[in-house]
T-cell receptor
Framework: GNSVTQMEGPVTLSEEAFLTINCTYT??????LFWYVQYPGEGLQLLLK?????DKGSNKGFEATYRKETTSFHLEKGSVQVSDSAVYFC???????????FGAGTRLTVKP | DADVTQTPRNRITKTGKRIMLECSQT?????MYWYRQDPGLGLRLIYY???????NKGEISDGYSVSRQAQAKFSLSLESAIPNQTALYFC??????????????FGPGTRLTVL
């Protein structure tokens, strides 16, 4: 079945550091890929998304590229801020059947 | 105003008690979902509903039941709560017309503790 594996945390960075959170997936067909973010005490919010190979999703300085050849969707940001501290979830959705699978989540803490 | 609301936001209950978590949405979406979140396990799907007359089991439905009272309301019940059902519960919605992305929209969560 479909599954998502993402980098275990926690990840602690200093402000303005470069961020990478790795995500790989296993799926039949052509899934859509997502990164969701969960700020403390809140629900999940969509951060970015991509629907086909080589698509790049971007939002708030974060980027991720849909790599079909490596079945990956790594999240990157060039310069993190304290306000980026949150839990990040990689997810995939099998187009057509609404079956969304989430990774375990990666907690990011950014220190000033 | 929140598009997806959940009540209660926090609940502490005892083993064996029946408890209901409620979800309402104003997004006009037809599809609704219940997930639980446990540390290190991400979100796991409990039940989902594609319209008012459609209910489907998810990955971990044992010990839970649901009711879709209207397009905008989807409740989750624990008939006899047990301590390993202590978790953070999320409701989500999606629109069947979003065939490209199939994006889901989440409520703020309900933190349930079973003693």
């Amino acid at each position: 079945g479909n599954s998502v594996t993402q980098m275990e945390g926690p990840v602690t960075l200093s402000e303005e550091a470069f961020l990478t959170i790795n995500c790989t997936y296993t799926a039949t067909g052509y899934p859509s890929l997502f990164w969701y973010v969960q700020y403390p005490g809140e629900g999940l919010q969509l951060l970015l998304k991509a629907t086909k190979a080589d698509d790049k999703g971007s939002n708030k300085g974060f980027e991720a590229t849909y790599r079909k050849e490596t079945t990956s969707f790594h999240l990157e940001k060039g310069s993190v801020q304290v306000s980026d501290s949150a839990v990040y979830f990689c997810a995939l959705s099998d187009q057509g059947n609404n079956d969304m699978r989430f990774g375990a989540g990666t907690r990011l803490t950014v220190k000033p | 105003d929140a598009d997806v609301t959940q009540t209660p936001r926090n609940r502490i209950t005892k083993t064996g008690k029946r408890i209901m978590l409620e979800c309402s949405q104003t997004k006009g979406h037809d599809r609704m979902y219940w997930y639980r979140q446990d540390p290190g396990l991400g979100l796991r799907l409990i039940y989902y509903s594609f319209d008012v007359k459609d209910i489907n089991k998810g990955e971990i439905s044992d010990g839970y039941s649901v009711s879709r009272q209207a397009q905008a309301k989807f409740s989750l019940s624990l008939e006899s709560a047990i301590p390993n059902q202590t978790a953070l519960y999320f409701c989500a919605t999606s629109d069947h017309r979003d065939v490209t992305y199939n994006e889901q929209f989440f409520g703020p969560g309900t933190r349930l503790t079973v003693l």
